[in-house]
């Protein structure tokens, strides 16, 4: 009778730790939906049960014939399948206990996958693991255990699971690990750069609550597996308590120290992971083991979880930490901390642990590899996971058409995502969390709807052309100002490639450099030129800038801005700034830029040459003055055509100002293409030009630089061209001259010469020489030519010829001049006032053109005689025929203003020049000078004879009377005298005289 009553108590404890332990289905229920989001929450909550009864179900048909039937050499079971609970109560409530420990099994794996993991793939896998793996390897550790016996294979060996470390979590654990390498982690849950980000569980309390659960349910499933109400009963609820909350504490008190936040989650998993750890010896270790046993629990938990997280394995739960990491913890715990009494294997410690390490492996083996294979097999029938956009929306809506105020909100946000459509809105409940969620949520989108109102406007009515494209270069949308621009509609454009449509041939490289510059996040604005679908090229400035979205480059903005005006009066600007506006040539600022590149590129490059070619027109004053402005500028134009015709396409021809032009020759073969296209240039410029039905004719004075490797800057080069360019109109016009280092050498020194002649006027340096001029018949004095001379303090005398070509050229021939006046008239007076009969006497100065033309030349004259009080019939002026010629006009006005006056006009070195002997008419002269360089060679050159000859005769016809200069022999006077020349100068009667002795010479004529 009492055995009786003992068996049925033993049967009732097993029935009600079996009921304790289907606490852990709820238990496990509220701490996986607590841990996962809200729009999961239902799924996970369905897995759980779904799991269960399929579970059980399976379990009662083959799981446990498999696992506790009649074994078949310790694998597997051949009896009790489709269990029958009719003929003894207490395999009914061993089945009914062993049933709750398949469903917690099952369940493990549940929480891990949550968030992701299709709802028939997930069944799948739990009637795998409750009809294949659990049993079996249940099979291996505790077949005969309803019958106090060790049948299977590991139980034979020694093998210790007394409530499941191992059985249940570890199995559980490897499947769950198995199935989270295969389906990869939750959207979110790792960033670009691989660091973890922690998703927000949706319910903390709930986690929590679920965990209270299971360690109630945890008393009945250690407990319970005595499998009898005896003393051990108290003893192993004890320990499971002590394991849990040792390890609880722990895990908190180190996760708080690493992070600095007392997270709840690692009392959770450090409380799961000890009663996990415990469950394997709860029945022979001692308490202080159970506590060590927990403590040790709770670091394994956290080093597997932060092992995951290193390997990129999203565990939603911690189900592979804390059962997989706690469960082999635990078990292999038994051999270091379980009494050999209790365990009555007769194994030492270190045969204990390789019999429970053979375990851990054969678990391994079974579970891992296998689940592999099957999630591989059913991942590509039906897809392990759910896509993107199910698990986006939440596993409760895709899965299970849950409909909830947020499914709600996620289907419209997809909708609004896939559409576009902004003006739909989210149904509101004012009195709900999700209700204030999705008014928020309202308020954001009406706020976006404005800005993106605002955009659209911009965007469509900017008369800029803007196009978005995607990274791929296809056109995404285009505006209006693409079309007025382009020419291309909206709808001819989708999908295209916009490199295709509008960028031409020539740019095809570009365009692909920027699109990868602003690929990479740049922007970038660029001048360029795109094609119209017409096929005409616009000049553009071009601004692109990528659209980045998530830190991620999506596309890119091009905007086009139409610059075809400002190009057009850019090129406006550009001719004035760099070409003249007459001929259309490139002018000096242009020139002088070319020259200093051409400079600068034959520092790089010695076999670079170039050389310099400048030359202006001679005459070009002449031509002006005679037939006006309008002829002057017709023929620069001209000339300027014909001289682009002597150069190259690489060459340069400029226009510096005036009539002064410059060539640069570039990359030439040889010295000889420089000299020909000089030749060239001097031919065009020899050749009349028609204008006007009038021939008009001019020539060049041409300047060459050659040597250009010694020149550091433009300006040098070009005043070497300037200084041979006159070299050459020096030697007679009409020619060139190449510059060298002399011609360099002569112009430094006029330019010392120049300075120095300014001081000179001001420091009286200068005094007048006097050359007589003789009577040929009586040979008394006629007059003096008054002839400057510079008495240099240093340099002594300086003749005239080194200094009057240069006051000429610098302008100071009009003070020296004045001052050559206003000294001969002052001399003239001395010269009246000390000797009486001087008064017949004359005196005779030179006037330059320059001089002669200024306009206060006549008032200046005559105030000069009125200060000297001189008689105005004793001045002769003398003038080059030259002047005359070029300044005709204006010469025949104040020729006759000269004359009025009563002074004598004289033409100067007459025969030299290119006038027209009919001229000599028009003037009001008084008379000639024959050059010296006829009278020198009469002798010798018989044309030089006929033409002294003539120009006497001439003057005799017309009344004038003529000077002979530079007679230096007496033959040559008496030739004279036979010619009846009236007068003479030269060296044969007396030099140019200081002031005292051309006074002396006079006192001895008149004494």
Sequence with gaps: MDNEISHSIDILWIVISGSLVFLMQPGFMCLESGMTRSKNSINVAIKNLADFVFAVLLFWALGFGIMFGQTLSGVFGTKLFFFSSENDAFLSAFFFFQAMFCGTATTIFSGAVAERMRFVSYLLIAIFLSTIIYPIFGHWAWNGLNHGEKLGWLARMGFIDFAGSTVVHSIGGWLALAALILIGPREGRFNKHNQSIEITAWNIPLSVLGTLLLWFGWFGFNAGSTLALNAEVPSIIVKTILAGASSAVVYLLTGWYLTGIPGINFLI????????????????????????????????????????????????????????????????????????QILATGLSRMEQMGVQVLGIGAAFVLSFPLSLIFLWIIDKKYHLRVTKSEELIGLNVSEHGAKTETSDLFATMEKQAKTGDLSLRVPVDPFTEIGHIAKGYNHVIEALQHQRAYFTQLFKNSPQAIVIIDRDGKIISTNKGYENMFGYSQDEVKSKLNRELIVPDDRIDEIKTINQTVLNGKSISKETYRKHKDGRVIPVLMLGYPINIDDQIDGVFYIYDDISERKIFEEQLYQQAFYDSLTALPNRALFMERLNHAIERRKRRNNYKYALIMFDLDRFKRVNDSLGHLVGDELLIQMADRFKKCIRSVDTVARLGGDEFAILLEEFYDVKDVIRVARRVRNEARTAVLIENNEVYVGASIGIVLRVAIYDNAEDILRDADIAMYRAKDSGKGCFKVFNKKMHDEA??????????????????????????????????????????????????????????????????????????????????????????????????????????QKDFIDFISATLEKYTCNPHQLKIELTESVLMDYAEASIEKLNALKKMGIKLIIDDFGTGYSSLSYLNRFPIDGLKIDRSFISNMNESSEDMEIVKTVLTLAQHLGLNVVAEGVEEKNQLSILKDLSCESVQGFYFAKPLEEKYATSMIHQKYS
């Design 748 to 853: 430094l020194e006029s330019v010392v010469i120049e300075n120095n002649l300014r001081n000179a006027i001001t420091k009286n340096e200068l005094v007048l020489y006097y050359q007589p001029i003789i009577k040929t018949g009586t040979e008394e004095i006629e007059g003096f030519e008054a002839l400057v001379r510079w008495i240099h303090p240093q340099q002594g005398i300086i003749p005239p010829g080194k200094f009057i070509p240069q006051a000429e050229e610098s302008g100071l021939i009009i003070p020296l001049g004045r001052w050559v006046i206003c000294e001969a008239c002052r001399q003239l007076n001395i010269w009246n006032e000390t000797i009486p009969k001087f008064h017949d006497l004359t005196v005779s100065v030179n006037v330059s053109s320059k001089q002669f033309m």
């Design 269 to 340: 998993n450090g409380s799961i992971g000890g009663l996990v750890a415990i469950t394997a010896s709860c029945n022979s270790v001692s308490a202080m083991g159970a506590i060590c046993i927990g403590t040790i629990s709770a670091w394994v938990c956290m080093s597997t979880e932060r092992l995951l997280i290193r390997f990129k394995i999203d565990d939603a739960v911690g189900a592979v930490p804390v059962h997989l990491g706690c469960g082999i913890w635990g078990t292999l715990a038994v051999a270091i901390w379980g009494d050999p």
